[in-house]
């Protein structure tokens, strides 16, 4: 056999040991019985296939956001989700690891251990943003606050468009990513309300809300269903770890967009622009005040959906 064969049969079967470990959930001392190598072995060669996905497919399969992306995605969650100038759902999962070493109580997360993903999902239950391997002892809101997305939200540097009119109406609102009550209230984020004695309109709003970040949630759902790596504790370091999450996250968009969006996929005003573009304003009335804009505007005859009453 030449060496550029054999090469290239050692490739592949490298590259079998690394996709049926991510896929089928086994663990390494199953590999290394199926295949007749090393436990050693086979956590080297599984690793470095998935530090090689990651580097080599990391930009084509999530891509830095431009604002024709961003467009494009608003047009997603108003499509699918009913919700306008949403450019995506934020939410955090902990994934589950063996106790690392000397770590105290860094990734201890109600008594399990974990490190943390925090994703940004769009209306095709993509990911647009990924950060992993925080502590597992961080809140989603801390996790965030520490990311590249929050401090590219802060400096504007996201290339997000300007306000756009809401459907139907003259009122622009900022493009905005939608969370759960972990996140803050800002310009470019957008919460539920909180309390359990809210009004029609409030609890209008929350559904709606929740309709739109359900698709980060079923997301999550895609991704650990799909490499059932991640339905046990991963049983390596911390490092490693990162570099399976890191690899399976950039798999799962490969293969949404090999197959494209199925629906089965899915668990079951000229003063408000005066607002916007003033500067006096205190800054947390102004991002309440943009939540009350599309609170009004779900209940009105333009914004609202047929079903939305029966749904709170």
């Known amino acids: 056999m030449r060496v550029a064969d054999f090469l290239s049969s050692l490739i592949i079967l490298t590259n079998s040991h690394c996709i049926r470990y991510l896929a089928s959930g086994c663990s390494l001392q199953d590999i290394h019985y199926l295949f007749r190598i090393g436990r050693s072995t086979a956590g080297i060669l599984i690793r470095k296939v998935c530090k090689t996905i990651w580097n080599t497919m990391k930009e084509e399969c999530i891509p830095t956001p431009t604002e024709e992306t961003w467009a494009h995605i608003s047009h997603g969650f108003l499509e699918r989700a009913d919700f306008p100038n949403c450019i995506g759902a934020v939410d955090g999962k902990h994934i589950h690891v063996i106790k690392p070493q000397r770590s105290g109580l860094l990734y201890m997360n109600y008594k399990t251990f974990s490190i943390g993903l925090m994703a940004v999902a769009d209306a095709s239950y993509r990911f647009t943003y990924v950060d992993i391997g925080s502590y597992g002892k961080d809140s989603d809101s801390t996790v965030f606050r520490n990311s590249t997305l929050w401090t590219k939200i802060q400096s ?5 468009p300007k306000p756009q009119k809401l459907p139907g109406t003259d009122i622009a609102v900022p493009f905005a990513f939608v969370g759960d009550e972990a996140f803050g209230l800002s310009s470019n984020l957008l919460q539920p309300y909180s309390g359990t004695q809210l009004s029609e309109k409030k609890r209008v709003f929350n559904y709606r809300l929740s309709r739109a970040r359900r698709y980060v949630e079923c997301s999550f759902g895609i991704l650990t269903n799909k490499w059932r790596i991640f339905h046990r504790p991963l049983n390596v370091n911390v490092n490693f770890a990162v570099d399976i999450v890191k690899c399976c996250c950039v798999l799962h968009n490969f293969v ?5 969006y199925n629906l089965d996929d899915s668990f079951s005003s000229a003063a408000f622009e005066d607002f916007v573009n003033s500067s ?4 947390n009335r102004r991002n309440f005040r943009y939540r009350d804009t599309l609170a009004d505007y779900f209940v009105s005859e333009s914004g609202q959906i047929p079903w939305q009453m029966g749904r709170i």
């Open 280 to 283: 006096a304003m205190n800054v």
């Open 256 to 260: 949404r967009d090999r197959d494209g």
């Open 156 to 160: 504007r540097s996201l290339s997000i």
